[in-house]
């Protein structure tokens, strides 16, 4: 199984993994009802603060499970659906849009 990883929603920054080699930062997911997590370490796996993006995307959407929230983020075509918000700041103010996904899945960043 290959890594998860987006861009921070504020600054388009990816979120690296720490196998990657690369600096990691700190990290905030936010959902739709102001609830925040942080992560100051990623690894690459969806978890920040312990708590998995797709189980909450998963829990959002009124949906059971973390293979829900996969499916629904993965969806083709694509299902209007909330998401959860990754930024670098614990003060970003939510917007009902999904985070861009990171090419180089946190991880795979020679070349670069």
Known sequence: MGFFSWKTQDTDRSIANHYS????FTVYM???QGNVWEESNY???GEFGGKDFYALL???NGLETRDDGIDLFFADPPRAHLSPNLS???GWQYV???PGNCRYQGYFYRGE
Do not use: F, I, S, V
């Open 21 to 24: 080699g690369k600096e990691t």
């Open 96 to 98: 009902n849009a999904p």
């Open 30 to 32: 936010h959902d739709h």
């Open 43 to 45: 690894d690459g796996y």
């Open 58 to 60: 998963a829990q959002m």
């Open 88 to 90: 670098r700041r614990r």
